[in-house]
């Protein structure tokens, strides 16, 4: 069934498309989550403190047992709307996790504060979903005045041209951060010829934007693993 579903389409896939996927069989100390299930009490979840989701993207692995997903919240600010980004594994390969983050209204870029963060320990037979997911829907709640910070800090943090550089020659070259290489000119090019007049400034929000636009290029599984892993990265030069 998941091999349909993923065949039928590539890159990311409805709701609709996401209930199809078939979890694996459970054993006596692991019970896999349907990854729809997990949407759907995320939703049910947010409807309880009147949060809803105006926009859902979702990326499966080829055999379906890794999901990711972006939920764009209604809630927004400063030319950004709050999303949720989620994270499901059935094979043990990773661990139900939430993280904040924000979409630009102008370019419809994606950006994370921060990485995935854990809301269980494992998928055991005796977790409650809801319960965990009640849990991290707090700790993303907590997060959005942080965030909002975040964004006026790189706002208005300027950047010479020689220490923008200086970012994208530690991302690609000294690989500290894990980008695609060959997105390297291309993070160059949106930064110092912006596409979007608000990215003209020559600041660390500009070239936030230059690097979540190029990953835009990559296929949605690593695309949004590395928009994780960006905003840990660019806050050691804020």
Not at 49 to 61: D, K
Not at 84 to 109: E, H, P, Q
Not at 144 to 168: G, M, R, S
Not at 189 to 197: G, K, N, T, V
């Amino acid at each position: 069934m998941s091999e349909s579903v993923l065949s039928s389409r590539t890159g990311v896939i409805t709701r609709e498309e996401l209930a199809r996927i078939l979890p694996p069989i459970g054993t006596a100390t692991h019970r896999p989550v349907p990854h729809i299930e997990l949407v759907k009490a995320l939703v049910d979840t947010l409807k309880f403190r009147h949060i809803a989701p105006v926009r859902e993207e979702y990326a499966v692995s080829t055999d379906g047992m890794r999901m990711f997903g972006i939920l764009d919240l209604e809630t927004q600010f400063e030319g950004c709307r709050f999303s949720i980004g989620l994270r499901n594994a059935n094979d043990k390969s990773m661990r139900l996790a939430l993280t904040v983050g924000y979409r630009v209204f102008v370019c419809d870029n994606m950006m994370f504060r921060g990485d995935f963060e854990p809301v269980l320990a494992k998928h055991t037979k005796h977790f409650d979903l809801l319960a965990a997911l009640s849990v991290g829907v707090d700790q993303i709640q907590r997060n959005f005045e942080p965030l909002v910070a975040q964004v006026n800090v790189w706002q208005q943090k300027q950047l010479t041209d020689d220490f923008a550089k200086l970012v994208i020659y530690e991302a690609f070259i000294e690989g500290h951060l894990d980008f695609p290489r060959h997105l390297d000119r291309r993070v160059n090019e949106l930064y110092f010829h912006p596409e979007h007049e608000e990215f003209s400034p020559r600041t660390l929000f500009s070239l936030s934007n230059a690097f979540t636009s190029a990953l835009k290029a990559a296929d949605p599984i690593p695309q949004f693993r590395a928009t994780a892993a960006l905003g840990p990265f660019l806050e050691r030069y804020q």
